[in-house]
């Protein structure tokens, strides 16, 4: 099946993969028959392969809901995105509707997926975050004239996931992992390893991501490559993943980064690529 350029992330998410996906796409196998990605995220390499078979999982259950929405009820999607304001109190408005659970809880999925993509469009530097109740708190942008409604892109991501078989999960990694059978290719993105005491980002979702968890991940691959699994996985440079992993092989690349609020520290930074298998 032909590739659609239009297809390509509808959010911006911490971490995404767009500036490193000319590095990435070296490191697949030539031959991917069914596709497994625990972290999605924007899902940028999920986009730029476009597999018909794929496996695929988020800890965030909005941002599942996002996916499950556009595959489902684009249309309906479309219309609700087209509804939203680009005024401060309007954000603040939406913003706070996390706030009251029940009241959340009782949101129909569209409305959450459009609040979600609403939100990642007109909050400040496209950040994702939440605080440790789970409440999106990142503030208002004040972009003049943003992309709220992409409609060429939701409509051409719409028409790949009805194209090809694709189940989502919204569960913890090791699950997903476990769903992948014989001959399957793994992707892992997970939340990066901090370079420094105060660069951990852990605004993905409630709880964070931290080292016994990065062990915890190393130890599903050992399994995966038992399995006779290929996995690819990224993350950041820092002595603790290297040594992590070093029995497997590892590429670093520099990868642009932009979540820091000071643009003055911003900048390239190195990342790793970790595979078991060669290059083919």
């Excluded at 497994?36 to 730029?48: D, N, Q, R, T």
């Excluded at 370079?195 to 979702?205: H, L, M, R």
Aim: net charge positive; aromatic share 12%; charged share 25%.
């Amino acid at each position: 099946m032909a590739k659609n350029k239009l297809v390509a992330p509808v959010v911006k998410w911490v971490g995404g993969k767009r500036q490193l996906l000319e590095q990435i796409r070296p490191q697949l196998p030539h031959k991917i028959g069914s596709y497994c990605e625990p972290f999605l995220g924007g899902g940028a390499v999920l986009f730029s392969v476009q597999p018909s078979r794929a496996i695929v999982n988020d800890l965030n259950g909005d941002l599942m809901t996002v996916y499950e929405i556009i595959r489902d009820d684009v249309d309906v999607l479309i219309e609700s995105l087209k509804r939203h304001e680009n005024t401060p109190d309007y954000f603040y408005n939406i913003r706070n509707l996390d706030r009251d659970k029940s009241s959340y809880q009782s949101m129909s999925k569209v409305e959450k997926a459009s609040r979600l993509i609403y939100l990642n469009k007109t909050c400040f530097n496209g950040l994702f975050r939440v605080n440790s109740l789970g409440e999106f708190n990142a503030p208002f942008g004040h972009y003049r004239t943003p992309n709220i409604v992409n409609e060429p892109v939701l409509r051409a991501v719409n028409k790949y996931f009805n194209s090809s078989s694709i189940s989502f999960f919204n569960e913890d990694f090791s699950e997903t992992l476990r769903r992948v059978g014989k001959g399957g290719f793994v992707y892992l993105d997970p939340p990066y390893d901090p370079v420094s005491d105060t660069a951990n980002f852990t605004g993905y979702n409630r709880g964070g991501f931290d080292k016994r968890e990065q062990i915890r991940l190393k130890e599903c691959c050992d399994e995966l490559t038992k399995r006779n699994i290929k996995f690819l996985l990224s993350n950041s440079a820092t002595e603790f993943i290297k040594e992590l992993y070093s029995d497997y092989d590892i590429t670093i690349v520099s990868a642009k980064r932009a979540i820091n609020s000071d643009a003055t520290k911003r900048g390239a930074v190195e990342e790793v690529l970790i595979r078991n298998y060669g290059t083919e």
